[in-house]
């Protein structure tokens, strides 16, 4: 029975003594040499996939933009086609002018290039990064923090923000415009 304490019981103190101070810091010191070398090795193989992925996107991003020219060329010369064929029918079965079914095409080419171009302008402006830039300029970062609240206060930065877009300065002191967020 070893319940009882006899000299076969497994006590922290029945294994031996324990390891002195600088056994203690020298197991410290390789473990801490153990980690920095993992941490070394980790970051070369972050840095090796940040640069490989890098290269695929440069590499994808080409043929992209290549395989984006192709589908202009080829969706431009379909809507010249069926703008011709459309003419053709206009003229042929309702019995159009040609200047007429050339001017009505004519329009509606130049109603869906407007449409287009007005969709274009709505989604560019969500690249300003408003919502960010208030909060960098609420944080003191940015041309615009000295026409934004501090971070303690209870004011809106979109109010803050709308503010500024109503009256908004014209430069900063560098005399370099301004945008509001």
């Given amino acids: 029975m070893h319940a009882t304490g006899e000299p076969g019981e497994s006590t922290p103190g029945a294994r031996g003594r324990a390891p002195g101070l600088l056994e203690s810091l020298r197991e410290l010191r390789d473990a801490g040499r153990s980690?920095?070398?993992?941490?070394?090795?980790?970051?070369?193989?972050?840095?090796?996939?940040?640069?490989?992925?890098?290269?695929?996107?440069?590499?994808a991003i080409g043929r992209a933009v290549a395989f984006i020219a192709i589908a202009?060329?080829?969706g431009g010369s379909a809507w010249l086609l069926?703008?011709?064929?459309l003419i053709v029918a206009l003229v042929r079965h309702l019995d159009w002018p040609w200047s007429v079914a050339l001017l009505s095409t004519a329009t509606l080419?130049?109603?869906?290039?407007?449409?287009?171009?007005?969709?274009?302008?709505y989604y560019f402006e969500h690249t300003r990064l408003r919502a960010t830039r208030r909060?960098?300029?609420?944080?003191?970062?940015?041309e615009l923090a000295d026409y934004m609240p501090d971070p303690g206060s209870p004011e809106s930065t979109r109010a803050a923000s709308d503010r500024l877009a109503e009256n908004p300065p014209a430069k900063d002191e560098r005399g370099i415009d301004l945008t509001p967020p």
């Fill in 82 to 85: 069926l703008m011709t064929a």
């Fill in 109 to 121: 080419s130049l109603a869906v290039t407007a449409y287009a171009a007005w969709r274009t302008l």
């Fill in 135 to 142: 909060q960098l300029a609420r944080l003191g970062f940015g």
């Fill in 35 to 59: 980690g920095a070398a993992s941490a070394r090795d980790a970051s070369k193989a972050l840095r090796t996939l940040v640069s490989a992925d890098v290269a695929l996107a440069r590499s």
């Fill in 72 to 74: 202009i060329v080829f």
